[in-house]
């Protein structure tokens, strides 16, 4: 039964993340920095790279609205699904922002660089769908449950002293 489970799920939601991923990323390091104003094959690879990045968008945003309305507010309760959403709106902002030159670069770049962090970390999860992966994705995600005010901890540390060094770097 679970073959069944998992051949459908690899071909119509894994290799399509895959695409969406790729094309992202593909997009964001290579394509939107090297803008040409005459046809050639890098213009062509870019547009189908925004083709294949629009066409999965779209997939996985429909694919939320469904869980958001079946499960109503309780979707927003599972970090997973925050990840998902918080994804696609960044992505969404970020091709948005570098198609319509309406937002700075500086802040295009934090947008991506978020973005990619939450698809890297997407993909990682989408790991556990492979047998030698999945016991590890499993011990990693009950380990982080159980450090969790570990991490609270860590987080403030790390945010106080890149605020102290923050500062220093105001003066260079």
């Known amino acids: 039964m679970w073959q069944g489970y ?5 071909e119509q939601l894994f290799i399509p993340f895959i695409f969406y991923f790729v094309s992202f990323i593909l997009y964001t390091g290579y394509f939107s920095h090297h803008e040409e104003n005459e046809l050639s ?4 690879m870019e547009i189908m790279t ?10 996985f ?20 699904n925050l990840i998902d959403i918080g994804s696609l709106a960044l992505n969404s902002v970020y ?3 570098e198609i319509t030159n309406s ?40 380990i982080i449950k159980d450090i969790q005010v570990f991490l609270v901890m860590l987080i403030i540390a790390l945010s106080a002293f890149a605020n102290i060094i923050f500062l220093l770097n105001i003066n260079r």
Do not use: C
């Open 50 to 59: 925004l083709v294949v990045f629009g066409k999965t968008f779209i997939t």
């Open 6 to 10: 998992f051949s459908a799920i690899l």
């Open 95 to 97: 091709v948005f922002g």
């Open 41 to 44: 094959v890098a213009f062509i």
């Open 103 to 142: 937002i700075s670069h500086e802040q295009l770049q934090v947008y991506a660089s978020i973005a990619i962090f939450m698809m890297w970390f997407k993909l990682f999860y989408w790991m556990r769908l492979f047998k030698p992966f999945s016991a590890f994705i499993r011990m990693i995600t009950e």
């Open 61 to 80: 945003f429909i694919l939320e609205m469904i869980q958001i309305k079946n499960r109503g507010i309780s979707y927003f309760l599972d970090v997973w």
